[in-house]
């Protein structure tokens, strides 16, 4: 367990000092692991018991900063469930804004490494924006098997897999089954072994959508997902339906800004300079103790 060593009173000096943040209702724990003080199996372990909602801090992940010979700095990310993400938009700006605070890098403009790539930020006051690895994989208009209901679906990979299912008006949104539909896309046999996250989108105008999401990792409806928030927003725009910037109004009732520029050749659709802006706010500050990890 760790850490290791606690006294009975549970006043020792393994306490893990950490920030809780979140961006647009994705919530994470960031924890400065530059002197490499937690090793990966460690982290995983921690992750699994540090984010049970009720019995410890509760989160959507964690994540921990470390050194990097050519980054301003890199991350490790991993979900509520232990996995390791290549990518979490709503946790990229909360970590450029961690280290921003925590003057681990002094300037407003940085670039850190993640799974998916070389992310690019911007501090803006309580809101960052961060410049995004290319989307691949584009697909529109597919059917799967063995779901019961379901359109032709859309996918991309936006430094993570995503699917999206646009529906035809807010009181289908309202009412769908997020849990149990999103739960058979993500583990469906189309998009194994990685898996997918699943996203439920209303169009609403050519620079508005509202969207919600099923996260792999945490195996849930979430509050708000960046990547899939970009990836719904560039789907619509592959589909002739949406105009960069794109305002994707996410579950927790806060707005997601998605730019982008999307050019055509030879009839195929491609992306670049895409960019993910929003809130990125500090809830507290704390210590873990031990004591909450033995349960």
């Known amino acids: 367990m760790i850490p290791a060593n606690?006294?009975?009173?549970?006043?020792?000096?393994?306490?893990?000092?950490?920030t809780k943040m979140t961006g647009s209702g994705n919530d994470f724990i960031l924890i400065d692991n530059r002197t490499l003080?937690?090793?990966?199996?460690?982290?995983?372990?921690?992750?699994?018991?540090?984010?049970?909602?009720?019995l410890s801090v509760g989160a959507d992940g964690l994540i921990l900063i470390?050194?990097?010979?050519?980054?301003?700095f890199r991350w490790l990310f991993l979900n509520a469930d232990g996995s390791e993400a290549e990518m979490c938009g709503n946790g990229s700006r909360c970590a450029?804004?961690?280290?921003?605070?925590?003057?681990?890098?002094?300037?407003?403009?940085?670039t850190f490494r993640t799974l998916a790539g070389l992310i690019e930020a911007q501090i803006l006051g309580e809101r960052v924006k961060v410049r995004m690895t290319p989307p691949h994989g584009l697909e529109t208009g597919f059917r799967v098997d063995s779901v019961d209901g379901a359109p032709p679906l859309h996918f991309i990979n936006t430094g993570v897999p995503h699917v999206a299912w646009f529906v035809e008006d807010a009181e289908q949104l309202e009412n769908i089954d997020v849990f149990n539909l999103g739960r058979t896309l993500r583990f469906h046999p189309r998009f194994q072994p990685a898996g997918t996250n699943v996203n439920f989108a209303l169009v609403?105008?050519?620079?508005?959508?509202?969207?919600?999401?099923?996260?792999?990792?945490v195996e849930a409806e979430t509050l708000a997902c960046g990547t899939g928030s970009i990836a719904c927003a560039l789907l619509a725009a592959a589909r002739g339906l949406a105009d960069s910037p794109v305002n994707v109004l996410t579950r927790s009732g806060e707005t997601l800004i998605i730019h982008f520029e999307n050019i055509s050749q030879e009839g195929r659709i491609q992306f670049s300079g895409v960019y993910l802006e929003g809130g990125a706010s500090v809830v507290y500050e704390a210590e873990l103790w031990n004591e909450t990890l033995r349960r």
Do not use: W
């Not at 003080?37 to 009720?54: G, P, S, V």
């Not at 450029?96 to 940085?110: C, E, S, T, W």
């Open 6 to 18: 606690s006294s009975s009173t549970g006043t020792d000096d393994s306490r893990i000092p950490f």
């Open 37 to 54: 003080q937690l090793d990966r199996e460690q982290a995983r372990e921690l992750t699994r018991m540090a984010c049970r909602r009720k």
């Open 66 to 72: 470390e050194n990097d010979p050519e980054a301003d």
């Open 96 to 110: 450029a804004r961690f280290v921003y605070l925590n003057g681990i890098v002094k300037k407003d403009r940085m």
């Open 204 to 217: 609403r105008g050519r620079h508005d959508l509202s969207i919600r999401t099923y996260e792999r990792g």
